[in-house]
């Protein structure tokens, strides 16, 4: 240490003045806070889905910032739409990326508001991860069939966007990492003609089963 080092050092150990605690300083830090405060309220993070499904959901519905993962045989598609269905009620918009499989008719049917919806039409599946993380910057809820080929690293990135953004992912098929929620739709039954083939077809019936947090295999019939 040399002479000239001795003011710099006298003025680091003066005592350093406290802060201020005015109403002015309050106020500044009152509007500090506003700024870096979370959008969405914590009451308005469920996404509330109709019918029989939303009674089995925990809370009644989905959450945002989650990844629902939906397998199953035949009825995953309505079911999916029905969850979706959730996000249009509350103003947000739906994207779906599929491969022809989504008709009209069953988004018409499942409730989604047509004026909040839109599709994405054949994405390669080296695109599939850059695609979806894309629109859950934008949109509320995202709706898609996962590829074959799609790695634990892009899966688990998805999770963490959809966490940030707060937004809704559907993934219709197998989802390789954590879920908030997963679905079964476990069995499709239609009714109908009788053993002379008189009669009308109706249904179908599907049982789902959800499991996650605070579902403990919970299953539910839903027509339609």
Known sequence: MTVTDLPRLRRDLLPRPLPRRDQAARARLAEAGARVRPSVLADERLLAV?????????????????VVGLTGGTGVTSTGLALAAAATAAGEWVVAVDDDTFGGLAVLEAGIAPDRFALVRRVPPARWATVVAALLDGVGCVLAAPPRALRHGDARRLVARARERDAVLIALGSWPVEAALRLTVEATEWSGPDADGNGWLDGPVRTVRVDGRAAHGTTVRIAG
């Not at 109709?50 to 989650?66: D, F, K, Q, T, Y």
């Open 50 to 66: 109709a019918g029989a499904l939303g009674g089995v959901l925990p809370g009644g519905g989905i959450v945002r910032g989650s």
